[in-house]
C-alpha cells in the first residue's frame, strides 16, 4: 500500500511535528471536514466522538456519501479517512461525558449547552489537554476560539464566551449551514493545530463572515 509523502509541506509542518494526540468532538459539518484535514495534513492519530447517524439533510454540508446515510457517522468518517490517508481513527459512537483526554481536543458541536458540558466535564484545568479548539458557524459565519485549558486568563476569556441555548441567534432553517463555510472552519481549525505543532503564535479567536469578506483576530 502507498503511504502518504509529505515533502510539499515539509517546510510548513512535519508529521513528526504533529505526533500528538487529536480528539474531535462532533463529526457533523465541522467535525468531519475538520477531521479529514487534520489527517491528510499529517496527524497520526485522532479519536472521533458523535452518536448521531447520517441523514439527507447531512449530505450537502457535511464529508458524507450517498451510501452512508443510515450508518453511524464516526464509523462511516473512519472509513473515507482510511481511504485518504493511513491516519489511525478511533471512532467512539457515543456522546462525550467526561474523558480523560490528552494533545489536541476540538469542539465540534451543534449546541451552547453541549459546549458548557465539554468544557467543565473534561477540558477546564487539565494538565493533560495542551490546546482546546472550539469551533463555531452559522450561515456564512466562522467563530473559532483557541486556549490554553490551564492558563487562567485563556480560562476566564473562553468562558465570557459561553451562554446558553436561549441566547443563542438562531439562523433559519435553510440558513443554518453551506459547504464552503464548512470547508473554510477545517481550514481555519487546521491551520491553528498547525501553529501550536510548530510553537507559533496564534489568536484566541478568529471570525470569517463570508457576507462581508471581512476577518477578525484577536
Known sequence: MALPDFWRQLDMV???????????V????????TA??????????????????????NLP???????????????????IIHEFTDCEVNPVAERLVEADLSGVVI????SMAERQSIWQGSIRYRIRVDLYVDARMGAEVSRVFSVRPTDPD?????ESTL????????????????????LNVASLVANIVKRHARGEEGHRELIFDFATMSLLLD
Open 163 to 182: 451562554y446558553s441555548d436561549l441566547e443563542a441567534t438562531e439562523e433559519n432553517c435553510t440558513a443554518r449551514a453551506i459547504i464552503y463555510n464548512v
Open 14 to 24: 512535519t508529521p513528526e511535528q504533529l505526533s500528538f494526540p487529536v480528539t474531535i
Open 61 to 79: 454540508n457535511q464529508l458524507y456519501r450517498l451510501a452512508d446515510v443510515g450508518q453511524p457517522k464516526v464509523k462511516a468518517l473512519q472509513a
Open 36 to 57: 479529514l484535514t487534520l489527517a491528510k495534513m499529517g496527524c497520526p492519530q485522532i479519536t472521533i466522538y458523535d452518536p448521531d447517524t447520517i441523514e439527507q439533510h
Open 107 to 110: 469542539s465540534a458541536v451543534d
Open 154 to 158: 485563556d480560562v476566564r476569556f473562553y
Open 26 to 33: 462532533g463529526a457533523g459539518g465541522i467535525g468531519s471536514p
